[in-house]
Structures are given as C-alpha cells and as structure tokens.
C-alpha cells in the first residue's frame, strides 16, 4: 500500500537525516503535492544527504548545482553543440534534465540563472533557441539560501518566489540529535545495513499522488483556506494590524498550494480526509515566502511567522 511504503521513507529519511523531521516530512509533502521547496538555514544540515536520499529511494537521477555569481544560464539547460563532422548541431542535456535537483545558494547567481530554473520549475520544459525541450515528469527543485551571509547575493523577487510551493527556517539540531549524528557517522556501514530503504518506484509515486488529490475535504474547510488566503488581501475586513503590517495580498498559487499540502499532509498521516490542523500546520511554510511586509512591519520588528500567527488568530473556522 503506498501510505504505508512512505511511512517507511519517511522513518528512513530521518533516520539518515537526523534532527530535521520538518525537513524530512515537507520534503514528502512537495514531492507528493508536485511542488518545489525552498530552504533556509545554516550550512551543515544535511540538506544535500536528504535529497540525495530520497533520489535513490524514488528511483530517480539527482544532481547539485553550486549557484556562483559566474554561472550562466546554459550551465543548467544545456546548450546547442557544433557538430563540425557533419556541420550540424545537436543538443547537449543540462543538470536540469535530473528528477531532484538541489541548488545550493540559489541567491548566489544573478537574475538570468534564478529566471532559466524557475521557468523549468513552472512549466516543467526549457527552452533552448527555437527547440523547447520537455523535462522529466518527475522534477522537484530544492534550492537553498544561507541566511548567514548576505553580501554579494541576487534575493529573489517576491514575484519569483511565489514558485515556489513552501519555505522552510531549519535551526541547528538539538545537542542530543548531534550526538546521534555523530554515532551515524562514526558507524554508518553498519548503521545503514540496520535499515534498509524501501521499495518505491516513480509509477508508485505517481499513484500516490492521484490518492492525494482524490483525498475528501469538507466544504467549510475549503471556506476557511480560502478565507486565510483573503485575509491578506482585504486586512482591513478582519484586523486593523494586519492592514498596518502587509503591503499586499498573495496570489492564488498560494490557495493551491495550500490545498495540495493539506492533503498530503492528511495521507501522509494515513487518513482520507483533511483536518483543520493539516490546513494550520501547513499555512506557515506555505505563506512564509510569499507574504509582502510593509514599512511599518519591519519598523515594529514583526516577522513573516508573526504575521501567519495573527492571520489564525482572526479568520475563524465556520
């Protein structure tokens, strides 16, 4: 059955990656809602072995991309190479032709690299010249920021980041979780003899995914998510401080996305229908990235969580 085949991922995710259930979990839900996943934390987190990891345990191809200020877009969609034999040009695949792909400091390279891979990621195809080419129909990006340096860096615009379906704020782990990591480490022959990774093939995933969406939501939930989503457009309607802190509403990207990552929250935790407290979980890295501060916002040192916090607080569930 495949709730029970991701079950078993997702305690093998976290037993390779130990400290970041968040991560490990939404990582699950994008790749079950069809979406991409921007994270945010320190370096040393395992980002890299998590969805190396989850690569191998969905059959599919992965690869890195270290995002430099140099890099050009034909680095990632591949290029027209000159056949001088025959006179003719023939097309040379890019890394963006892998299932998972990880761009770490995506806000390293300038605007025309973040434009050619969230084209890829909204329309799943690039194109090169006259040719589109098609990308595999599994595809999920994650790309990653560090919060730490911020100097010569390109942050992407809001516009730009509402591709993206969720973003994530990883801390470092607990002292006891580092221990573990260190055992892991010291032992990991042995450790992943213990634990075998299951058995998932993409045609299972693509399946799971049908379930997802075929997963009941009643119509009073439907009005709450829709009404989380409108608060921050029409502030005024419901808090005199939500007006004063956002400067404007977010797109219905969000809705979808919303929609698409309760319900895979819900099947992930083995049920067929959605519970207000999948659409309120999901709400933070949903919103997060998407949500426009004002002046006044940052003046009084209010955050994006903040803001999400305060939306729960006001728009009621009926």
């Not at 345990?57 to 050009?72: C, K, N, Y």
Request: glycine share 4%; charged share 20%; hydrophobic share 40%.
């Amino acid at each position: 059955m495949p709730q029970a085949t991701f079950s078993s991922l997702k305690n093998y995710l976290n037993h390779q990656v130990i400290g970041q259930p968040m991560l490990t979990e939404h990582l699950l839900i994008a790749l079950l809602a069809n979406g991409h996943i921007l994270v945010e934390g320190p370096p040393g987190l395992a980002k890299t072995r998590v969805i190396r990891t989850l690569a191998k345990a969905v059959e599919g191809s992965f690869h890195r991309i270290q995002f430099t200020p140099d890099l050009l877009p034909a680095d990632l969609t591949g290029t027209d190479i000159y056949r001088p034999e025959d006179g003719s040009f023939s097309f040379q695949k890019g890394p963006l032709f892998h299932n998972l792909l990880l761009a770490d400091e995506i806000n390293r390279a300038p605007a025309k690299v973040q434009s050619a891979l969230l084209e890829a990621m909204a329309e799943n195809q690039i194109s090169v010249g006259q040719h589109t080419y098609a990308l595999p129909k599994l595809f999920l990006v994650m790309a990653t920021q560090n919060p730490i340096e911020q100097e010569g860096t390109y942050p992407l615009p809001e516009a730009q980041l509402d591709r993206f379906m969720l973003h994530l704020e990883l801390d470092y782990p607990s002292a006891e979780a580092e221990l573990d990591i260190l055992h892991l480490n010291l032992n990991e022959a042995r450790e992943l003899k213990e634990l075998e990774a299951p058995e998932l093939t993409q045609q299972m995933l693509f399946e799971a995914r049908q379930q997802v969406l075929g997963l009941h939501m009643e119509p009073a939930l439907e009005q709450y998510l829709v009404a989380l989503i409108n608060a921050t457009r029409r502030p005024e309607n419901y808090c005199s401080e939500l007006k004063r802190w956002l400067s404007y509403g977010i797109s219905p990207r969000a809705t979808l996305a919303l929609a698409y990552c309760s319900r895979a929250k819900a099947w992930l935790a083995g049920r067929d229908f959605v519970l207000p407290e999948d659409i309120q979980e999901c709400l933070y890295p949903v919103l997060r990235h998407r949500l426009l501060l004002s002046y006044e916002a940052e003046a009084e040192e209010i955050n994006r969580n903040q803001i999400i916090s305060r939306l729960l607080e006001v728009v009621a569930l009926t």
